[in-house]
């Protein structure tokens, strides 16, 4: 926030914080990540998953930073239901996500109890962030561009609602973002939800298509594009803030993280231009779009 200027913060750990709080298992390992001491593929499993335990030094570091950030909003963030039900049933990271499908077409009741469980967990520890101080909060769903979309509709989205109804009360802006998700954008444009986030494998203007009207967009810069040279950046970027001004707001972001080897000179430098131009480049080409329609002339 400091060096790039940017206009949020997001309080970002590692996904499998509530699992920890709830008393599962799991430890990270370098070079693989997340391993779950004990799967969970059964009933029994799921019932020994318990309530969301303690979660101060989460709560403290959101008192501390929305206290030092001032007017900056301070995004709180966690793990979708299904991302988490992954780790969880294959007992650490996947490519194929074979057994979740497995399970969660072959044992559906098993299924339907792990999604309620971490939809729960997940809401409350939402709910916690945004107590303790956090203006926003983005939901991640990192697996979930790995199923057909009547999958996701029929086994996912139901439990992400149900995820975002622990906080329903709460006048916050919430935005929902999955990884590889270009076929599920329209589907995961939850009521419940003001944001969708787009990644950087579909164009923006295809992702707002998809989603519709009804909400506001955020992406999509590909992070590998910050490896060229500015004059690159700079049309991409402008390229995307034109095609944002086609739904009902664009929050402009990466289409995914930054990327280890980036100069953070190009970050700063490219903050720097979205609030220098921005506001002209919407304006341009909202005015075009206006044009072309013959909205103005009438």
């Not at 077409?105 to 956090?134: C, H, K, N, S, Y």
């Not at 998809?210 to 500015?230: E, F, K, M």
Request: overall charge negative; hydrophobic content about 45%; glycine content about 10%.
């Amino acid at each position: 926030v400091r060096r790039h200027g940017v206009d949020a913060a997001i309080l970002f750990s590692d996904i499998l914080v509530p699992l920890r709080a709830a008393g599962v298992d799991v430890t990270i390992e370098p070079g693989v990540g997340p391993v779950m001491a004990q799967p969970v593929r059964d009933v029994a499993a799921v019932g020994r998953i318990g309530d969301l335990g303690d979660t101060t030094a989460v709560e403290g570091a959101v008192k501390r930073l929305a206290a030092e950030l001032g007017a900056t909003p301070l995004i709180g963030f966690c793990g979708a239901p299904f991302t988490l039900a992954s780790y969880l049933v294959e007992g650490g990271p996947s490519r194929e996500h074979a057994l979740t499908k497995a399970l969660m077409w072959g044992q559906p009741a098993v299924w339907d109890a792990l999604m309620t469980r971490i939809a729960d967990l997940a809401g409350e520890f939402l709910r916690r962030q945004l107590l303790a101080g956090a203006s926003a909060v983005q939901v991640f769903d990192s697996w979930a561009g790995t199923l057909a979309r009547p999958d996701y509709e029929a086994f996912v989205r139901p439990y992400t609602q149900r995820l975002f109804s622990h906080i329903a009360d709460l006048p916050v802006p919430r935005i929902h973002f999955g990884v590889v998700t270009g076929e599920l954008l329209a589907s995961m444009a939850l009521p419940q939800c003001d944001v969708v986030g787009v990644d950087f494998r579909v164009t923006l203007a295809d992702g707002i298509s998809r989603i519709g009207p009804d909400h506001s967009v955020q992406g999509n810069l590909d992070p590998a594009a910050t490896l060229s040279p500015w004059p690159v950046v700079q049309q991409q970027a402008r390229d995307i803030i034109a095609a944002g001004a086609a739904a009902r707001g664009h929050i402009f972001n990466l289409g995914h993280g930054v990327l280890p080897q980036t100069d953070p000179e190009m970050l700063t430098a490219l903050v720097s231009w979205i609030h220098e131009h921005g506001s002209d480049v919407r304006a341009e080409a909202m005015s075009k779009t206006l044009t072309g329609s013959g909205k103005v002339d009438s």
